[in-house]
């Protein structure tokens, strides 16, 4: 069983960078596919990013299309999200998740139901 635990939020003005990393315990991290969502008061868990497993696709929200990137390092079993140019309404609890499954990228890993770990989540604040 993987567990999963956030990191690197903070408060940062509109136009700054954020670097969350999300660091997976249990040996089976390398063959988890990885996401980032984010939750703002009152309003749904949204999709932010995905990996899969080996880090050759990756899938992202239109929002932050350009933005954001999301990458994973099997060896520290950790996966990252560099958010730069970052918005207010970026601002948000920021979760990551994970699966383990096949290696490769749907449109099914948008969903929140396409995983089954969590971390506690990250709160990020965006200054205007």
């Known amino acids: 069983q993987v567990q999963l635990v956030e990191s690197g939020g903070g408060l940062v003005q509109a136009g700054g960078s954020l670097r969350l990393s999300c660091a997976a315990s249990?040996?089976?991290?390398?063959?988890?596919?990885m996401g980032w969502f984010r939750q703002a008061p009152g309003k749904d868990r949204d999709f932010v990013a995905a990996?899969?497993?080996?880090?050759?696709?990756?899938a992202y929200a239109d929002s932050v299309k350009g933005r954001f990137t999301i990458s994973r390092d099997n060896a520290k079993n950790t996966v990252y999200l560099q958010m730069n140019s970052l918005k207010p309404e970026d601002s948000a609890v920021y979760y990551c998740?994970?699966?383990?499954?096949?290696?490769?990228?749907?449109?099914?890993?948008?969903?929140?139901?396409?995983?089954?770990?969590w971390g506690q989540g990250t709160q990020v604040t965006v200054s205007s």
């Open positions: 249990g040996r089976t991290f390398s063959s988890h596919a």
């Open positions: 998740a994970g699966r383990r499954t096949f290696d490769g990228m749907t449109a099914y890993f948008r969903r929140t139901s396409a995983y089954d770990t």
């Open positions: 990996i899969s497993w080996s880090g050759g696709s990756t």
